[in-house]
């Protein structure tokens, strides 16, 4: 019996402490590739970002990447180095432990980190980011390896610099290094329950150390971590093994300890592997799971063919959240972003999932909603939870929401391709105007494709100077019938598609990032033709995007400079999605427009939610009436009261009145008796070519354009 009872102790105490070693092993493995991908998620929340790339390779300010990518950056995260790479991949700006030093300095270790630049630039070449910026791909792309530097092992991970409104073919990227060193040893064994963790370049063959080998993407051993190795059963055993020599009576009492204490210590080892895959697959700002958890309950959910109902993915993007950022800062955005996942939790129950995907991007999961109704009734649940205000370190914050929402019924769908079209419902959503919620239909597919190719052609055509022009439609005065100036609009005749709609390829431009080329040529050729008609105003709508641009002030007293044209004469056109995004920043550039003599004028009014207070809040000198008003005003004479009323208000607060869409002579004598100061339409003229214009403007008249004018 005692033979038995002593083998069965040593073979139990042996294979304990196999299995301690290798479960420390694979959750120490699980855990350092959990460490790239936070890294990578890290480096998103501020290299997509419209203010990185402003500050970066649109225009280079090396005080506000060493403040916001060096030492914010440092104090947040605390990697030793950072460095950004311009488009031709050399080191422009580097960072040590929060403190600018000489780029020139990383030169020497660009050899190990040329290999994931290059990997990065081949994906981006591909396509890969214009996805991610799209919403055609769920994440960003990156690169990530083992690397030594400066003959210490480290984590590398490469990102790209980039936002929604400009696509560089080349763009600007960032570099973090995290060393592992003894301070990021000592974080590693802490996280992971062992002891005297260290980082060495060479195994130690220390027969009391447990060691694991990191490879890099080559399959090279960088580097190797070690840790003393528990020995739970030889512990035990050497605690036990006198009261076993000494009573074989006691053999059955100590066998049932011997169990105990090694459940015990297996039911340790499990809870550290279960706290280690908590925080690889979890969000550490808010707590909900982060990408790697939802992707991976995703699949679980789309391969359930027993589920009752449709399975719904819920991507969300929240707006004006760059807004709360830059006026009170990232902590408060931090907190922003607690906050709101910690109402996203109350306001989801059951069996649903939510994610924080990264920077202010969520995600929700229910597994068995009824149908489209269901979804969207929830959506516009969170979008009325989301949009009340938030209490932030004693200061009022103000957020939106926009949702797409993508379904299916049966098992038969990939993850990937649910989320590309919850991302593509996401992205109509946003270019519908921003908070609110879209359902994916197959109508969106062609939509996108649609976008995608009038993008690559309308790029092309930018270079061309034949293809993309500007038309002027004249404006008269509604009591005297003198031109007093012109509508500027760009006009688009492709050589196979011929005249393409204007609200199309504007869209799309908007879209991609090229509304600012588009927009300078409307402006110079504006300018143009004002330089020649002093005192008759020129209308130009302008984008968010140039709005936004911080060069776009100075370009475009460039433009009146280069054409000798007057600022008085020039009129700067907005709508009220100009100053949703962001309307404390675009209210500063429209006041310094104002203040310079350059006009303002607030076109589509009556339509948005909000035209009113805008007029309480902006100073414009120009309202125009949405054509909607002019079309309906056929059949309701309460239109005609309403924008009677409008007119009103208008000069009340001394603001001239453009009545739009004026196609017949019965439209154009109501809205002159009304009090319309000025008219332009089909009846008074379509849009006509510069040399017409000229013309036109040189007459003085409106009946020179008129199709009845003889």
Known sequence: ??????????????????????????????????????????????????????????????????????????????????????????????????????????????????PLVVRLRGEIAAGALRAYLGGARASMPSAQDYVVIAGTPAMVTVAPIAD??????????????????????????????????????????????????????????????????????????????????????????????????????????????????????????????????????????????????????????????????????????????????????????????????????FAIIEPSLSGPAEAEALAHRLIEIIGQPFEIFGNEASVGVSIGIGLVGDASTSPVELVRRADIALYEAKAGGRNRAMVYDTGMDVAVHQRHSIEAELREALRSPDQVGVMFEPIIDAMTGETVGAQALPFWQHPQMGGVPRDLFVSVAEGCGLSEPLGERVLRAACRLGSNHPGRVISVGVSPAQIRSPKFFSRVFDILAETGMRPGN?????????????????????????????????????????SLNFLKQYDVDHIRIDRAFAQDANEDRSTLAMVEAMVGLAHAMNITVTAKGIDTILQENRFAGIGCDRLQGAFVSRPVSIEAMEAILAGGTGTEARPDAA
């Not at 997509?48 to 950056?73: C, K, M, Q, R, Y």
């Not at 093994?241 to 210590?265: N, Q």
């Open 1 to 114: 019996m005692a033979t038995t009872v002593g083998g069965f102790v040593l073979w139990s105490t042996g294979n304990s402490d196999a299995r301690a070693v290798q479960r420390q092993a694979a959750l120490i493995d699980h855990a350092m590739r959990g460490y790239f991908t936070q890294q990578v998620a890290n480096q998103e929340s501020w290299t997509i970002w419209d203010e990185t790339v402003a500050h970066t390779s649109v225009d280079f300010d090396p005080d506000w990447i060493d403040e916001n990518l060096g030492t914010e950056f440092y104090d947040s995260y605390g990697y030793e180095q950072t460095a950004v790479l311009d488009g031709d991949d050399r080191p422009v700006s580097l960072m040590q432990d929060g403190h600018a030093v000489t780029p020139s300095f990383l030169e020497p270790d660009m050899v190990g980190i040329m």
């Open 164 to 361: 929604t409104a400009t696509y560089p073919e080349r763009p600007f990227l960032h570099v973090a290094i995290d060393f592992l060193d003894g301070d990021y040893a000592r974080y590693v064994g802490e996280s992971n329950l062992v002891d005297d963790a260290a980082f060495r370049t060479a195994a130690s063959g220390d027969p009391e150390s447990a060691t694991l080998p990191l490879l890099n993407n080559a399959g090279r051993i960088i580097a190797f971590l070690e840790w003393r190795q528990d020995w739970p059963g030889k512990r035990l055993l050497s605690e036990t093994a006198p009261v076993l020599g000494g009573a074989l009576l006691l053999a059955g009492i100590l066998i049932v300890i011997l169990l105990d204490r090694l459940w015990r210590y297996s039911t340790e080892l499990d809870a550290g592997r279960i706290r280690a895959e908590h925080q690889a697959n979890h969000d550490p700002l808010t707590g909900l799971a982060n990408r790697a958890g939802f992707e991976a309950q995703l699949a679980l959910h789309a391969a359930d063919e027993r589920r009752s109902g449709y399975l719904a993915l819920f991507m969300l993007d929240l707006d004006r959240f760059k807004q709360v950022n830059d006026t009170l800062g990232h902590p408060a955005g931090d907190q922003l972003i607690r906050c709101v996942g910690g109402r996203l939790a109350n306001a989801v129950s059951g069996p649903g999932m939510i994610a924080r995907l990264g920077g202010d991007e």
């Open 570 to 610: 020039l009129e700067i056109e907005i709508t009220e999605r100009v100053l949703l995004g962001d309307p404390e920043g675009a209210g500063e550039v429209l006041r310094k427009f104002r203040a310079a003599g350059i006009r303002i004028a607030l076109d589509d009014f009556g339509t948005g939610y909000s």
